[in-house]
């Protein structure tokens, strides 16, 4: 069984936790084994009945302490361009674009391998 690792650091719960959680019930569909690594501040995740195992951690770094190198992750934040430079390097990263990105540094996403955008607006954003 394939396994994909998610990473939703958010302490709130929003349009991204949907996301994520809807990604996990459709990957569990396909086949795939989902970790999904959650902010240990966000209690909510408890009570969204994810199709996943849900991990509670503190930080980044306790999540790549776990992870086996090549992993496939896909991130729900944008990673910081030395954060995405050194997960890219160990790891085949992707994210998710939940909302634009004005006003908001995406140069981390030059190091992810592929982005999934929830609108050409927000996709543009990136770009831009």
Not at 29 to 40: F, I, S
Not at 58 to 67: Q, R, Y
Not at 103 to 120: I, M
């Amino acid at each position: 069984m394939r396994t994909l690792y998610q990473i939703n650091m958010q302490r709130h719960f929003g349009g991204g936790e949907v996301y994520a959680r809807f990604a996990c019930a459709a990957l569990a569909e396909l086949g795939w084994r989902v970790v999904l690594y959650v902010n240990a501040d966000a209690d909510f995740w408890s009570r969204l009945n994810v199709k996943a195992e849900v991990v509670p951690v503190a930080s980044l770094n306790e999540v790549a302490a776990a992870l086996p190198d090549r992993s496939l992750v896909i991130t729900h934040n944008v990673l910081a361009v030395h954060e995405a430079r050194a997960w890219s390097a160990r790891y085949v990263v992707a994210g998710f674009l939940h909302m634009p990105l004005f006003d908001r540094d995406p140069a981390g996403l030059n190091h992810y391998k592929r982005l999934f955008a929830v609108s050409r607006h927000v996709l543009d954003s990136a770009k831009a």
